[in-house]
């Protein structure tokens, strides 16, 4: 089953130093953390942050494309995690057929931003990842402890991020 999440926002990890992108989910209080590498925050930065570039950047070409080739983003899913990495998947739609293109969540998630569809995670990979993070203590000490800090950030931690 799919979850509808938004991103909530973007934040550098206090920890590793690497971005983080954080989904919410759209009628309820889960929380999904996705790293990403820097230049993939950039883009969805850019876009979150409605900085117009002066020339299209790779996911507004991208959208151009679609665009211009009758083509619509139905959705974006995240659909699994395996050995901490996400995987996603892009559903377009030309002329009445649905196409399925596999995606890292970030270029997934930058170009959802960009065509305004929805953001959906397979309940699995929400369950997986709150498994993985419990069984991850050297990344996070305590599982419930990151989970309240992710819950209680103040909304301008996650309002601009810094490159």
């Given at each position: 089953m799919e979850v509808e999440m938004k991103i909530r926002g973007l934040m550098m990890d206090p920890i590793t130093n690497m971005p983080i992108v954080i989904l919410k989910e759209a009628c309820g209080s889960g929380i999904l953390p996705i790293w990403v590498g820097v230049y993939e925050a950039n883009a969805i930065a850019l876009e979150i942050e409605k900085v117009v570039t002066p020339r299209p950047m790779t996911h507004d070409l991208l959208k151009n494309v679609l665009v211009?080739?009758?083509?619509?983003?139905?959705?974006?899913?995240?659909?699994?995690?395996?050995?901490?990495?996400?995987?996603?998947?892009?559903?377009?739609?030309?002329?009445?057929?649905?196409?399925?293109?596999?995606?890292?969540?970030?270029?997934?998630l930058a170009l959802a931003l960009r065509i305004d569809c929805p953001i959906f995670v397979e309940d699995e990979v929400l369950r997986s990842s709150k498994s993985q993070a419990a069984a991850s203590q050297d990344r996070i000490e305590n599982n419930e402890e990151f989970k309240r800090w992710l819950e209680n950030l103040p909304d301008e931690d996650l309002g601009r991020y810094k490159m």
């Open positions: 211009g080739l009758d083509t619509s983003v139905r959705k974006v899913v995240v659909t699994t995690i395996k050995d901490d990495t996400f995987y996603a998947i892009i559903w377009l739609e030309r002329s009445g057929r649905l196409i399925s293109i596999d995606s890292r969540p970030s270029d997934a």
